[in-house]
């Protein structure tokens, strides 16, 4: 006997700020990722990608990393494996701690960030082009005050 399904039992599927959100940040990060992949950053889709946005200027003890990615070592061992093959990132004794690491970028990975930047401009001229440069400001406004940052008046 096949039982069939109520079909109206389901909840109502909503339109809301976390889907639109979502959508956009996806169209960004794909925009981003395909960018740096025709400036000659072929694994910039890839999950190695993700490492880079919590490295910083000073770099992150490899511990930190684990803990801030929430993955486990040996996944962020693999990750950092790949970049450091790639030369984005090099390990170095780190100075507070003789028994850690430092991941730190070397000089290519500062040219991928400033590629980076270049391509962050680009979508957001684009973004700009499409709003307009008022509702983009009001925009990016509204995006650092959701974010608990006040909004930043001198753009």
Do not use: C
Request: glycine share 8%.
């Amino acid at each position: 006997m096949v039982k069939k399904l109520d079909e109206k039992n389901w909840p109502e599927v909503l339109d809301h700020v976390g889907w639109r959100l979502w959508q956009a940040t996806q169209r960004w990060k794909r925009e981003l990722d395909d960018g740096l992949v025709a400036m000659g950053y072929p694994w910039a889709a890839d999950a190695r990608a993700n490492v880079i946005m919590h490295v910083g200027r000073s770099g992150i003890r490899q511990s930190d990393l684990v803990r801030r990615m929430g993955l486990s070592k040996q996944a962020v061992q693999q990750l950092l494996d790949a970049l450091v093959d790639d030369g984005i990132v090099e390990r170095k004794p780190d100075p507070g701690d003789s028994r850690g690491r430092l991941i730190v970028f070397t000089a290519a990975g500062r040219r991928l960030l400033a590629d980076s930047n270049r391509v962050k401009q680009e979508i957001e001229a684009d973004y700009r082009a499409v709003l307009g440069e008022k509702r983009f400001r009001d925009f990016m406004d509204m995006l650092a005050e959701l974010n608990g940052r006040p909004p930043d008046s001198g753009r």
